[in-house]
């Protein structure tokens, strides 16, 4: 009996011993751990990226830099996206399909809707390039073309209208009335004088005054020297801007707009010499 009891005693304590991940070696008191159980990978870390409305391809490109070296030091985590790479990913995309009659200029710029995109350390730049198409495709589908297309303008005058709009109003009712005034200024046959078209095509940022010579340039992009749209989209829109682009305000015959003192929100009018008053009134310049 002692010897049995002593039997179902050893087996017990070798039961213990492997399921405790050990290994008993017969013969001796010592002990070897069992291999240890195979783990998958760790969870992928989710991060977030958010393009603000209005931005170019290259302030894309350095907020994904920016997001990346935050999410090493704050997420511990290394995500695939680089600078170089975004930017790689840009130049080899293509336009929707709509447009692609139209876009002369190998350039992405306006495509690339801005938003807030989720990702991981594992997506490609390619990846979220292709999400921000996606999604510009879906907004644009559904704005009404039907008033832009009466003006002859095309999806993509429309779309480099809106990036103006974009880069000129910050209050959003004036969305429309830009959109009017840029309207006005191309059935008369009028340069839009939109400086910040200037600004893009000579990169220069928006806190650097426009020099003489700046404005004599014979950028492309010059809108004060040069009538029509400038080549491309000067940032990449909104839909709020899309829809004013599409659907100006109607029944005004504005032709200048000035930005008031101390504020947000601009002077408009149809008249050149108010409009020269109001400049000079707002401490701009007199002639």
């Given amino acids: 009996m002692r010897r049995g009891l002593a039997l179902v005693v050893a087996a017990a304590v070798v039961a213990i011993g492997v399921a405790a991940g050990l290994v008993w070696v017969r013969g001796g008191d010592e002990t070897a751990a069992a291999p240890p159980t195979t783990t998958g990978p760790p969870p992928l870390a989710q991060l977030k990226i958010i393009f603000p409305e209005g931005f170019t391809v290259a302030d894309m490109a350095d907020r994904v830099a920016a997001v990346r070296e935050i999410a090493i030091s704050k997420r511990g985590v290394t995500p695939r996206l680089t600078r170089a790479a975004y930017l790689d990913a840009v130049g080899k995309a293509v336009a929707p399909s709509r447009f692609r009659k139209d876009v002369t200029h190998d350039s992405l710029e306006g495509f690339l809707f801005p938003a807030s995109y989720d990702f991981t350390q594992e997506t490609s730049a390619h990846e979220l390039v292709a999400d921000q198409l996606r999604a510009f495709r879906q907004r644009f589908r559904g704005v009404d073309m039907r008033y832009a297309r009466s003006k002859n303008l095309t999806p993509y005058d429309v779309l480099i209208i809106a990036s103006m709009i974009e880069k000129e109003t910050a209050v959003p009712r004036e969305r429309r009335l830009v959109a009017a005034v840029i309207y006005n200024r191309l059935h008369n046959r009028m340069p839009l004088g939109i400086d910040a078209t200037i ?7 928006g806190t650097e005054s426009l ?10 992009y010059n809108t004060r020297l040069r009538p029509g749209l400038p080549p491309t989209p000067i940032a990449n829109p909104g839909l709020a801007s899309i829809r004013a682009a599409a659907n100006p305000a109607r029944n005004v015959d504005y032709l200048y ?3 008031k003192p101390n504020s947000l929100s601009h002077y408009f009018t149809a008249d050149e010499s108010d409009f020269l008053h109001k400049v000079c009134e707002y401490g701009y310049a007199c002639k």
């Fill in 199 to 205: 600004r893009y095509g000579l990169h220069i940022p």
């Fill in 211 to 220: 020099t003489k010579k700046a404005l004599r340039s014979t950028s492309p």
């Fill in 257 to 259: 707009y000035v930005r």
